[in-house]
C-alpha cells in the first residue's frame, strides 16, 4: 500500500533556530501534500496544502513566512518552521494524496517538535 | 462551516465491543472515514465509508452511516489491548475539494 516516510520523528532545537521536516512518499507520486498541526489532545489543525511545482496554500491563521513549504517534486514535500519559539513546539503531520486520486490519505508517522 | 463531532474518551473491557460514534454537519458529504492514531504516530485509515452506503464491515470493524441524522459508528468487535488508541472520525465533501474535516479523536481505553 501507499507508504508515506516523514522525517525526523522527534527534535529538540533552541529557540530562534529553524527545523526542517521532509514528508516522503515511497511507493507513489504525491501530487498534493498536507502539512497538520497537532495540539495535545486535539484533533487536526491543517496549516497547508501544496501542490507539486506550486506555492502552497495557507490556511487562515497560518503564517508563511514562518512555515515555509516546498514540494518541488512528486515525492517530497518539506515544512520549515523559521526563528522556532517555544509555542510553536507541537505534532506536526504530513499527509499525502496519490494520483488519481485515492479515496483515503496516507499520513506520515509524524514529527514532534519541542523548542526550548 | 463544516463540523465533525466525537466523544473524547471510550473505556471498554477486553473482549466486549466498542462503538465509537460521530456527528458531522456538512450534508455534502461523500466521504466518511475512520483513523486510528497509536501515541507518537501518524494516522492510519481503518476504513471508509461512501454516503451512498449505510453498512460497511471488514473484519472485526463494522461502520454505520445515518446519512438521514448525519451519524456514524465505528463498532469494534472483540476489543483487543492493541485497539488502544485515539480514533478520528473524517468526512470529505463532494465537489472539487477533498481535503477531510476531522473530528477531534475518540480516546478509545481497553481494560483487561
Known amino acids: 500500500g501507499a507508504v508515506v516516510s516523514q522525517h525526523p520523528s522527534w527534535v529538540i532545537c533552541k529557540s530562534g533556530t529553524s527545523v526542517k521536516i521532509e514528508c516522503r512518499s515511497l511507493?507513489?507520486?504525491?501530487?498534493?501534500m498536507f502539512w497538520y498541526r497537532q495540539f495535545p489532545k486535539q484533533s487536526l489543525m491543517l496549516m497547508a496544502t501544496?501542490?507539486?511545482?506550486?506555492?502552497?496554500?495557507?490556511e487562515q491563521g497560518v503564517e508563511k513566512d514562518k512555515f515555509l513549504i516546498n514540494h518541488a517534486s512528486l515525492t517530497l514535500s518539506t515544512l520549515t518552521v523559521t526563528s522556532a519559539h517555544p509555542e510553536d513546539s507541537s505534532f506536526y503531520i504530513c499527509?499525502?494524496?496519490?494520483?488519481?486520486?485515492?479515496?483515503?490519505?496516507?499520513f506520515g508517522s509524524g514529527t514532534r517538535l519541542t523548542v526550548v | 462551516g463544516e463540523d465533525v463531532e466525537q466523544s473524547l474518551f471510550l473505556s471498554v473491557r477486553e473482549g466486549d465491543s466498542s462503538v465509537i460514534n460521530c456527528t458531522y454537519t456538512?450534508?455534502?458529504?461523500?466521504?466518511l472515514y475512520w483513523y486510528k492514531q497509536e501515541p507518537g504516530a501518524g494516522l492510519q485509515l481503518l476504513t471508509y465509508?461512501?454516503?451512498?452506503?449505510d453498512m460497511k464491515q471488514d473484519q472485526r470493524l463494522t461502520v454505520l452511516l445515518n446519512k438521514k441524522d448525519k451519524h456514524l459508528s465505528l463498532r469494534i468487535a472483540d476489543t483487543q489491548t492493541g485497539d488502544s488508541a485515539i480514533y478520528f472520525c473524517?468526512?470529505?465533501?463532494?465537489?472539487?475539494?477533498?481535503?477531510?474535516?476531522f473530528g477531534r479523536g475518540t480516546s478509545l481505553i481497553v481494560h483487561p
Open positions: 499527509s499525502a494524496r496519490g494520483q488519481p486520486s485515492n479515496y483515503g490519505y496516507t
Open positions: 511507493d507513489f507520486q504525491a501530487t498534493t
Open positions: 501544496s501542490n507539486e511545482g506550486s506555492k502552497a496554500t495557507y
Open positions: 456538512d450534508s455534502s458529504s461523500t466521504y
Open positions: 465509508i461512501f454516503s451512498n452506503m
Open positions: 473524517a468526512e470529505s465533501p463532494s465537489g472539487g475539494s477533498y481535503i477531510p474535516t
